[in-house]
């Protein structure tokens, strides 16, 4: 398939969509164990619910792909995540959050599974380590924004304010009082809705995607599962999601538990600080892509992000607040770095690999269950220690890691 800038583009939307979409469970939880009054570890299952729709969903997906094409399952994908959503807004109970957040869930993975190959072949192979970074940008970028959007929409529907918007009005109307936080979920019901409007718009032939990156039959996940590079990738995406999400889950809990910050404020601010200063690491990121290995780059953000954890964890409050976003920061190339390499490290399957991996987001649900877990033992401190065990995995990535294709750089274009 030649190059096709448009599709690019419309990928990147697709990322900015579903990261505005799923990192706002971090900002928000504080709000939801107070209006549903939950221990950490029932507060855990919500974002357990929406990521282990990852897994239920992802391989069938890539099947679903290759039987009805990239647009019917990026058009169903957008149906699924507006009922989640408007299920939640019309009926906001903790049993049917947890249906919800299956449902965008589901929505989610099928999105992931179709866009990372086009990426791939729209934007050309040698290019994806560097348009994944770029997505990731445009990702992080989104995750900065909703926190902002959280903050604005709660606080402004405190105020009843004569200078008040049409729609801020409405929502006064149809939002339970003391759950202004639900409004966020009227506002994803009409961008997925949106959204479903623009797919049906585009043009996207099926079979536009070469056989090698499309998604295969039972047969060829079989064969994958049987290549050891295969799990230990599966494992890596596993881990970095993990962590994503286990950092970005507990920021506005941590700081409100150990340091006494408002969550709907500081709490909301700094994890939009944490997405915010990921967005700016995917610059310095796709820089770096184009002087040095990939691998050199996980390696050496590992180590620094797992030393900022340390100084979030068990620093004075000012230091906590300045150092969740530095782990943002080097969180920002690990996504891309991880997915190029494993689809850089064989000759083909790339859509299935790219499903498999996909199951990977997996580790979304895991590791914040078991930080909840841990933190209803002991304390939410000791269940973020976890994660060091997460980072750890991914810093070993860079020692074994042996792609058949490397990233691009400017000393290997010159010679």
């Not at 928000?28 to 619910?49: K, N, V």
């Not at 877990?373 to 973020?384: E, P």
């Not at 980072?391 to 290997?412: E, V």
């Amino acid at each position: 398939m030649p190059h096709r800038p448009f599709l690019v583009i419309l990928i990147f939307l697709i990322f900015f969509i579903c990261s505005f979409i799923t990192n706002i469970l971090g900002p928000i939880i504080p709000d939801i164990i107070s209006s549903f009054h939950l221990s950490l570890t029932m507060t855990a299952l919500l974002p357990f619910a929406f990521f282990i729709a990852y897994g239920v969903m992802s391989i069938p997906s890539g099947m679903l792909v290759e039987r009805y094409g990239e647009k019917a399952v990026m058009s169903v994908a957008f149906i699924l995540a507006f009922c989640g959503s408007i299920i939640f807004s019309l009926y906001p109970y903790y049993l049917t959050a947890l249906f919800s957040l299956f449902l965008i869930g589901a929505g989610m993975a099928m999105l992931q599974v179709a866009i990372n190959p086009m990426l791939r072949i729209a934007g050309g192979e040698e290019n994806f380590a560097f348009n994944a970074v770029l997505a990731q940008l445009i990702f992080g970028s989104a995750s900065f924004v909703s926190p902002q959007v959280y903050s604005y929409l709660v606080n402004e529907l405190k105020n009843s304010s004569i200078d008040s918007s049409f729609l801020l009005d409405f929502l006064r109307k149809i939002v339970p009082l003391h759950m202004e936080w639900v409004s966020l979920y009227w506002l994803f019901s009409i961008i997925t809705l949106f959204m479903m409007v623009i797919i049906s718009l585009v043009h996207l032939p099926k079979g536009e995607i070469p056989d090698e990156e499309r998604v295969g039959v039972r047969q060829t996940y079989a064969d994958l599962f049987r290549k050891r590079i295969v799990i230990l990738y599966f494992l890596g995406i596993f881990c970095y999601v993990g962590s994503e999400q286990g950092i970005s889950n507990w920021i506005s809990k941590f700081l409100l538990d150990f340091h006494g910050f408002d969550p709907q404020t500081v709490g909301a601010r700094t994890v939009a600080y944490f997405w915010g200063f990921m967005t700016i690491g995917c610059i310095l990121g796709m820089l770096l892509l184009k002087l040095f290995d990939s691998r050199k780059i996980l390696m050496t953000f590992s180590v620094l992000a797992m030393t900022s954890l340390l100084f979030a964890l068990f620093g004075t409050a000012a230091i906590s607040r300045y150092a969740f976003p530095m782990i943002g920061f080097f969180y920002s190339v690990m996504w891309s770095i991880i997915f190029s390499l494993a689809l850089n490290s064989i000759e083909k399957h790339h859509g299935s690999f790219s499903g498999i991996l996909c199951t990977g987001i997996i580790g979304g649900a895991a590791i914040p269950l078991v930080i909840g877990w841990l933190g209803d033992m002991v304390n939410l401190r000791f269940g973020l220690l976890f994660l060091f065990f997460t980072l750890g995995y991914i810093f070993f990535i860079g020692l074994w890691a042996n792609p058949l294709i490397t990233n691009k750089t400017i000393r290997k274009s010159s010679g």
